[in-house]
């Protein structure tokens, strides 16, 4: 890039509590991500389809990546159910660079896709991925999304993603975090028609020096619509993470109902975890409510497991999955999981020896 353009800074209430004043743009090299994909060959579209879901570029990253992007464009045609997964795998192999990839899928009516996106990098590649997601939904239309992040330590991620529910239609935007020096996804659902319905799920771990950062919205611009949203992390070492939510219901969004859930674990002294839910509602008759917590480890449960001969290590590490289990639970049954949770166990062993 020719030119480093001005990044926001963290007097800017949406960037509160960010790392993003460590960043130094200009230090990485547009690159590309080599990218594998399993599945899609009978959805995708030539012509890029960005801008179905996106409102113009809301930030300066939106920006770069509307003007640098690697797309890919997927369209699910009228009434189809697309068998299995589809399967989109970034791998970020090279030290030194900035790639944008951009996923867009557009979901025609009544028509049905699950699709699950990996960031994949090793702890030896210091780089930066600014990747956004679009998804319309249109009438009747059931997508169910699942963004992966499984990069290094030293890895930036700064994402964004932003979903548009016609009527009916049911999009699941699920996020599973474990990976990343500072790794940042804001998420948005925007229910434009009556009967739309949006699900948000998260879970994400940061352990060591990680930073997990989230900033979602739910947006009800149409009446008889629904949102539901869970997300569940937990931070060791002197980790940290944040999470800020917003439920906002238009005037003529009456008869809604939007639910915000956001629970955390801190491990250890040195873990930290902010979490801010937010409700706007500019009408009568809507059903919202928005719930919070950040804590350690229930002693009880933990007694309770010890008393019956398990070790404090292998009890922390059950509470720590029976936390993640109603997580994990929703997310498609057709993903598997078997990977992740062997990726959380081992996180939650290194923990275990750094203390």
Known sequence: MNTTPALPSTEEEIWRYSRIAELDLGSFALGKART?????????????????????????????????????????????????????????????????????????PESQVTVVERFISNDNVKSLVVPVLEIRSAASANVNYVGINQLGLRTWMIAHQQTVGHRDSNTRLNTVALGGDYARVRAEVRLVESGANAQQLALYFASGTQMHDFRTLQRHEAPRTYSDLLFKGAVGGSARSVYTGLIRIEKNAGKSEAFQTNRNLTLGAGAWAESVPNLEIETNEVKCSHASTVGSIDQEQRFYLESRGISPEVAERLVVFGFFKDVLDRLPSNVDTTALEAEIAEKLRREEAAQ
């Open 36 to 108: 594998e994909t399993v599945g899609l060959d009978a959805v995708r579209v030539k012509d890029s389809l960005a801008g179905i879901a996106m409102n113009g570029t809301p930030d300066v990253f939106a920006e770069l990546n509307a003007s640098n992007a690697e797309t890919i464009s997927l369209r699910i045609p009228k009434g189809v159910a697309v068998d299995g997964v589809i399967e989109i795998i970034h791998h970020i192999e090279d030290d030194g660079i900035v790639t944008y990839p951009r996923l867009v899928i557009d979901a025609e």
